[in-house]
Structure formats: C-alpha cells, structure tokens
C-alpha cells in the first residue's frame, strides 16, 4: 500500500517560481541537539552563517520539557566505565559499544561547557547536586531548578543563539521536504511559513534535529509539535532509519481523565517515591530487586499488569513519607502541576500510568551524525546512534543531544574549512503532484483514530495479530491522505504520523522477540541467536 501511496515530495514545487534562501548550513529543529549543531558550526569562520528553522516556538521542544536531568560521570565514586555499563544494562544488548563508550568519556566536557556558559544546574556545596534515576548504579543526574532542567538548559543555549550574528532563527517555518539530487545528495529544503507560503532554502549542508513522534499515540508526555516530521521527510528523501519498533514509555505520567498527561518525572522514585496500587499495596518489589528503580520499560510493564490486576485506570506515586520541605524545593514543577488539580505532593497520592515518551530509534547515523545521504546529519531524539540500544537509559537523551550536536557541528566545521571552491549554481527542480478529489477529508478524525489505535494495538504490549490488524488500518486510511496535496502543517503532520506509524507498526512485526521496550505476548522471550540486530527501514527496502 506505500508502494502505491506514497510519493517522494508532499507538495507539487518549481524552484524557478519560488523565493530562494541561501546558508552554509541549515538546522532544523530547535531543542538541544539542534541548538547544539548550530552553535558549533559558526566557529568555522566569520563569513559562515547558519539557518535554524523551528516549526513553533524556539523553546517548544521535548529538550525544554524534560524535567529530570542530563547524565554524566563527574562524581568521585562514579566513572564512565560505570555509565557504560548501566547504558548497556538498559539497552538490552543492542547498543554500539564505541558510540556508548564516546559518549559517556565526552559528558563531563559537554556538561562543563553548558556550566561555562550559564546554566544554572542545582548546587550542592560548591559542586553541582546529583541525583539517581532508575537504571543508574550511582548518583550522577544533574538537574536545574529542582525540576526543569529542559527548560534551564535550552533556555541558557536560546539565549547564545539569539545573540549569535552568524545564526539566523526562524521560529513557526514547517519544513515541507528535504530536497535531493540525482545522487542522492542532500541540497536543503522546503521551507513553508504562513505570512509568504512555501520558500525554496538551499544549504552546503543540513542537519536533521526534528525531534521524536510522541503524537502517535493518544497518551503522551511530548508537546503537540512531536509528529515525527523529521523521520518522514529522512525516509521520503531515501535515508535509513533503524530500531523504530523501540517507542520508550514513560512508566509515571498524570493521570486525570480528560487532562493532558503531564510528566512526573524519574527523579520522583529517585528520591525516595513508591508506588502502590489502588490497594496501598507496593507492588514494584514483586517485577524487579531494583523495584522503583528497574528500568523505565521493566515499570512501565509492571504498572500495567498491576492497574489490570486491580481493574484500575492508573496507580499512585507515594511521596507522603518524604519530608514536605525537601520535596517542595525539589520538585517546584510537578507539584505546581499538581496543584492545579488539588493535589499535594506532600499529602496526596499522587495518580499515575505509563505514557509514549521517547523514540529509541530514528535516522541512522555514525559516530559524527552522518546519515547515508551525502551532505545530511541526524541528531538528538530524531536519530539512531547507537548510544540506547533496545531501551533508554534515563536522562541520557539530553546526553546524546548535546554530544551528537557537538559532533555534528565540529564535522561540519572541518568540511567548510576545506572547501575551496565558491557556491555552486542551484539546480532548477520541480516536482508535479497528481490531483487527487477523492472523498472529503477529517483531519483530525483521522489523526485522533490513529493515535487511538496505535495506543491500543502498538503501546507497551504487542502482539502478531493486533499488529496485523492495525498496519491494515493505516494502509486504509494512507491509501485517501496520502494521495491528497495539502496547503498547510495540519495536513502534511497528518501524512508524516500515517508514514512513521506504518514504520513503528512494520517494525514492531517483525521483530518476533521481546527486547527492552519492544515487548510480544506472543513472544514474551529475548532469542540473540536470531535477533541481536537492528530491524532498518528505507525507502528502497521498503519498495524492492
């Protein structure tokens, strides 16, 4: 059904009509990955300039919300090799051994950085303050206003950005398409913004940062912008995408019917938090030693068999044991989220369930952020580099968007530096789009339904026959939207999740193992002797 639907651009263009931009690099996505790259890639001269695109707000981003921290080695009884070793623990045997062992030796120079610059981590003493989240053997999570440690750091970064000359931000312009050569070569993009419609930006180089695809799914932790734009347009454009079967779901989400989930954050059970059913019975010791503190995919699993033991919509997170002073100094967020709802941290249980919170998988890269298109590096949530294996390991995201858009950006430096020669003349490209008038659309209908179904048949528990079931649905609903050319972000949001939905589902089939967050009752087993390995995704694969 892709096979017939899908086509290489969403849009019908004429570059010879269109307004032209021209930059050294183009950055798409605004969180810290992205933020990252762009910073880097100035130092390579004073002529270089830098186009950073965001789809909303500069700071609407999953980066700003993450709430629990960023990782990192730095204390006196902890080590890299130890971060290693947990990263491995957690990524159940699929991690790259060179790419966890570079970034966990690169984490105290990134971190000492962001410090260098502002970033107001939490002190304890003279030393930043850390905490432990679940996987980790030691305390090692550095956080940032007790519990905004996205919101801190991206802001630190904003903040350098808004005051770099050599880099252009442009906030609420949608990235329509990558644009590519006949040799597969990325040239730029297509860029749409509502005041001037559609503008055609060509880049020396393009770095992929778009961020996760937590809108599949009716529950979710991420703001409405996380669609999985950038994985459909790298797979539209013929990159490899890999482990997109490995969706991370947050085991402690908000749950009050009719609400948006809101994040309670890791750090919660780190300090000190049980959980307990509608019982008061603490059950995390039953699934796990670590009990609180397993990994995210082992307590995510828990809860569920626990709310379906006890016929319950969610469990609580006790905190009524902790003292009132420390947890309100610690946790100013969640528990001004809580009140909103008369809940006190400090007095109340607190209801949760698990959420769709992190895509594992995404555009395969090497160590420095290429993809296997020329001229095109991935990094942050949107990418696949190896460092989580079948699970992530919490608060290693922001981790790996700071080291990878660091990478990224020194690797661009260097091909700037060595290139002789002036900007080449621009292809003339165009691209027709067949009209399509059958039947009247629903957007959100369709959008709604998938997220539905993709919760229901695709979330933490999986089986061959829901799978079956529901890849057959979005081939049905792919085969009326993807065929429609649409004027507005509603409309190519909506083709992007039918496209990264198809490609979780496809996926999450084929892998007939359990491993890290991918989890089959039909097979409820990890088999490494057929299945230690990466499922990969290509357009050409996909169409042979």
């Known amino acids: 059904m892709v096979r017939k639907n899908l086509r290489r651009y969403l849009v019908g263009y004429d570059t010879r009509t269109l307004p032209q931009m021209f930059t050294d690099c183009l950055v798409i996505g605004g969180g810290i990955a992205g933020m990252r790259a762009a910073l880097e890639v100035v130092k390579a001269g004073p002529d270089v300039r830098v186009l950073l695109v965001t789809k909303s707000e500069l700071f609407e981003s999953n980066s700003f919300y993450a709430q629990g921290g960023i990782a990192a080695a730095i204390d006196v009884e902890d080590s890299p090799e130890l971060h290693a070793e947990d990263t491995h623990q957690a990524g159940a045997g699929l991690n790259d051994p060179a790419t966890v062992d570079m970034v966990v030796r690169e984490a105290p120079a990134r971190i000492r950085e962001l410090i260098d610059w502002g970033t107001p981590f939490d002190r304890k003493d003279d030393d930043p303050a850390l905490t432990r989240e679940g996987g980790h053997s030691r305390r090692r999570i550095l956080h940032a206003a007790g519990d905004a440690t996205g ?41 749409w913004q509502p005041a001037t419609g559609m ?20 529950e979710t932790t991420n703001p409405a912008t996380a669609t999985g734009d950038g994985m459909a347009l790298a797979y539209r454009a013929g990159a490899e995408l890999s482990d997109l079967e490995f969706f991370q779901f947050h085991p402690t989400t908000l749950y009050i019917a009719g609400a948006s989930r809101s994040l309670i954050s890791e750090t919660v059970r780190g300090e ?96 420095e952020g290429r993809t296997n298109l020329p001229r095109l590096y991935a990094c942050g949530e949107v990418a696949c580099t190896g460092l989580h294996g079948a699970n992530r390991l919490g608060s290693n995201s922001l981790l790996e968007g700071l080291v990878f858009g660091y990478r990224a950006g020194a690797d661009i430096v260097q091909h700037l530096k060595k290139a002789t020669n002036g900007r080449a003349q621009p292809p003339k490209m165009n691209f ?5 008038d059958r039947t009247v659309l629903d957007v959100n209908d369709v959008r709604n339904s998938l997220r539905a179904v993709m919760w229901r048949n695709v979330g933490i528990q999986r089986d061959a026959r829901h799978l079956t079931e529901t890849r057959e649905i979005i081939e049905f609903w792919q085969s009326y939207v993807l065929d429609k050319e649409f004027e507005a972000p509603e409309g190519w949001q909506l083709q992007n999740m039918l496209l990264v939905a198809w490609l979780v589902t496809r996926s999450a089939d084929e892998r007939t193992e359990s491993r890290g967050t991918h989890f ?9 002797a057929h299945w230690l390995r990466h499922v990969v995704r290509s357009m050409k694969r996909d169409t042979e």
């Not at 796990?288 to 990994?295: G, I, K, S, T």
């Not at 089959?520 to 490494?528: A, H, I, K, Q």
């Open 151 to 191: 919101r801190e750091i991206t802001q630190t970064m904003g903040a350098r950005i808004r005051v770099e000359p050599r880099i252009v931000l442009r906030e609420r312009h949608f990235v329509i398409d990558l644009l590519t050569g006949d040799n597969g070569e990325v040239l730029g993009a297509l860029l």
């Open 199 to 218: 503008t055609v930006c060509w880049a020396r180089y393009t770095v992929l940062a778009g961020g996760g695809a937590g809108q599949l799914y009716r």
């Open 272 to 367: 000190g938090g049980k959980l307990v059913d509608r019982t008061g019975y603490r059950f995390m010791p039953d699934y796990h030693p670590n009990a609180e503190l397993a990994p995210r995919d082992i307590v995510s699993r828990a809860i569920i068999n626990q709310m379906a033991k006890t016929d319950s919509t969610h469990v609580y997170i006790d905190m009524r044991h902790l003292p009132r002073e420390r947890l309100y100094a610690r946790f100013p967020l969640i528990r001004r989220i809580c009140q909103d709802f008369d809940l006190d941290i400090a007095r109340d249980l607190i209801p949760v369930r698990p959420a769709a919170h992190y895509m594992v998988g995404g555009v395969s890269t090497d160590a």
């Open 432 to 436: 027709a789009v067949d009209h399509s």
């Open 520 to 528: 089959r009752t039909d097979y409820p087993d990890r088999d490494d």
